[in-house]
């Protein structure tokens, strides 16, 4: 599986189906609500390693960034 594929699934995993997760540029983008921004945050931040993840709010959605 591509790397885009598996965030996806575990993202889908945390915020459910009904939520709105998506890949444009790079930059992960999900539209949730606060905790479940932090819970896919901490998850990805926990498989990537400390630092490697980046969050911020754009809109309704929030941006993950892999650096």
């Given at each position: 599986m591509g790397f885009?594929?598996?965030?996806?699934?575990?993202v889908a995993?945390?915020?459910g189906s009904e939520k709105c997760a998506h890949f444009f540029c790079g930059t992960l983008f999900?539209?949730?609500?606060e905790n479940q921004a932090?819970?896919?945050f901490h998850k990805l931040s926990k498989e990537q390693g400390v630092?490697?993840?980046?969050?911020?709010q754009v809109g309704t959605?929030?941006?993950y960034d892999f650096v």
């Open positions: 885009e594929t598996v965030v996806l699934d575990k995993n945390i915020i999900v539209e949730c609500d932090r819970k896919v630092g490697r993840v980046q969050i911020s959605e929030y941006a």
